[in-house]
């Protein structure tokens, strides 16, 4: 499915509040404009609705992610811990992943994530063989899950 055809992550965001659908779609704007090559891999799980982007059609590539929330969105890195987070935004004390918690759009620091985007881009890159990059820019829905503990559910 192309990237403009979003009735189904639409549908997914039906029972958020809206400012948590306005600023997961203004934020997922963000990343497309950005990297409108690349493939949009849409999870909708128990705990939250997960929208990710890669170079490829698998998680494991993914650069980074949108986890959409009852409040408050998560925008993070999958490999954040490699990032050179010079002023000490991202949050996440595992092994890998860090994010940044976003409320409202107008505190995302979009030119500082620019930069923390395009080093986790570029870390994707790293070990994808060139017959794998399906770049195309499309959105692929990996999974739904039938319970869900979210709002309206």
Known sequence: MPKEEISELVKFLLPYPEQVKVVALGL???VWDLYPDCIELIYDNYNALVFGWSPT???GDAFCSIAV???YINFGFMKGNELDDSLKLLNGAGSQYRYIRVADKEDFPAEYIKLLLEAAYQNSLYGIKPQKL???GQ???KSVAKVKRRPGF
């Open 28 to 30: 997922r704007e963000f």
């Open 57 to 59: 059609d698998r998680a």
């Open 69 to 71: 929330y009852a409040q």
């Open 134 to 136: 399906s770049v195309n």
């Open 139 to 141: 959105t692929i829905v």
